[in-house]
């Protein structure tokens, strides 16, 4: 990383958090990927809005993190910026039926916010392992529900630096994607509307769902959830299991032998190991059955 850019951020943002070759192994639930040029970790709007005006400035490749449970970082890292949401994570009341998240608020923590204050809408959430922003882009879900179900409406920063509102209709949701999604817009909050209930209710019916995960997926081995979307008019999973790749391995990765539709670490396993496991899948999946299963990983670096 040019030292003329860190200089530059420093200059405008005094205070901000920046680490030269972060190993991305410890933000990412895979657990796996290499040294990141420049790990930034912005606490305030402004020091987000900085740090991207000067990478952009610099024409300086950066990617933004919620909490690295959708992303694949190549063993060789990348050579660009990392952006973390982390410390951009406060929830509040907007008013009796709506919660305010910032872009790096757990849906988990958003939703037992939700619970706490006895609003119904959100417990389908609270098992995805990652941020309200990441959520957003993808539109993401589980067990009927969905972001696009819950959203008034989302802050970005547009290209040119700018906060703008996007309302639900704007945002455009489909099947793990929105309008956010491969464009240069950066969530920053997202407002959330959600009806009000019975706070035991909402817990019995959190507390159903998170035994339905223990039973159904492999959540004691690092993974990045499901690893494919699903291909209309087919389920990933079964498609991976009929193709006889449960529990196939590649070095330390594996196809879960609990859910096909998962890959895991088994035991260190590199991101080389998941990328060529993720590419055998898809090849065997469509040379039985004619199907192109399409990763729901973003992959980050050169593999």
């Known amino acids: 990383m040019n030292q003329d850019i860190i200089d530059a951020i420093r200059q405008i943002a005094p205070g901000l958090e920046l680490n030269k070759n972060e190993k991305m192994s410890r933000h990412t639930t895979f657990k796996t990927g290499g040294p990141v040029s420049l790990f930034i970790r912005p606490a305030n709007l402004d020091e987000l809005k900085g740090a991207i005006s000067i990478l952009r400035r610099a024409e300086t490749p950066y990617f933004i993190l919620g909490n690295g449970s959708n992303l694949l970082v190549s063993d060789k890292g990348f050579?660009?910026?990392?952006?973390?949401?982390?410390?951009?994570?406060?929830?509040?009341?907007?008013?009796?039926?709506?919660?305010y998240a910032e872009a790096g608020a757990m849906n988990s923590r958003i939703a037992a916010f939700a619970r706490d204050n006895s609003l119904t809408g959100f417990e389908f959430a609270a098992g995805i392992p990652g941020t309200i922003g990441g959520a957003m882009i993808m539109n993401a879900g589980a067990y009927d529900g969905?972001?696009?179900?819950?959203?008034?409406?989302?802050?970005?920063?547009?290209?040119?630096?700018?906060?703008?509102?996007?309302?639900?209709?704007?945002?455009?949701?489909?099947?793990?994607?929105?309008?956010?999604?491969?464009?240069?817009?950066?969530?920053?909050?997202?407002?959330?509307?959600?009806?009000?209930?019975?706070?035991?209710?909402?817990?019995?019916?959190?507390?159903?769902?998170?035994?339905?995960?223990?039973?159904?997926?492999?959540?004691?081995?690092?993974?990045?959830?499901?690893?494919?979307?699903?291909?209309?008019?087919?389920?990933?999973?079964?498609?991976?299991?009929?193709?006889?790749?449960?529990?196939?391995?590649?070095?330390?990765?594996?196809?879960?032998?609990?859910?096909?539709?998962?890959?895991?670490?088994?035991?260190?396993?590199?991101?080389?190991?998941?990328?060529?496991?993720?590419?055998?899948?898809?090849?065997?999946?469509?040379?039985?059955?004619?199907?192109?299963?399409?990763?729901?990983?973003?992959?980050?670096?050169?593999?």
């Open 79 to 99: 050579d660009g910026a990392i952006i973390s949401t982390d410390k951009l994570a406060d929830i509040h009341l907007e008013d009796e039926n709506k919660i």
């Open 146 to 303: 969905e972001m696009k179900l819950v959203t008034k409406e989302v802050r970005a920063l547009s290209p040119q630096g700018e906060v703008i509102r996007l309302d639900n209709n704007s945002l455009q949701f489909g099947y793990r994607t929105s309008a956010l999604k491969g464009k240069e817009f950066v969530v920053v909050s997202a407002l959330l509307e959600l009806e009000k209930g019975d706070k035991e209710a909402i817990t019995s019916r959190m507390q159903e769902l998170a035994l339905k995960r223990k039973d159904k997926q492999p959540l004691e081995y690092p993974s990045a959830g499901s690893t494919f979307k699903r291909p209309e008019g087919y389920f990933a999973g079964k498609l991976i299991e009929d193709a006889g790749l449960r529990g196939y391995s590649v070095g330390g990765a594996q196809v879960s032998e609990k859910h096909c539709g998962f890959v895991i670490n088994k035991g260190n396993a590199t991101s080389s190991d998941i990328y060529k496991l993720i590419c055998d899948v898809q090849k065997k999946v469509y040379d039985d059955f004619g199907v192109k299963l399409e990763p729901e990983v973003i992959m980050l670096g050169k593999f």
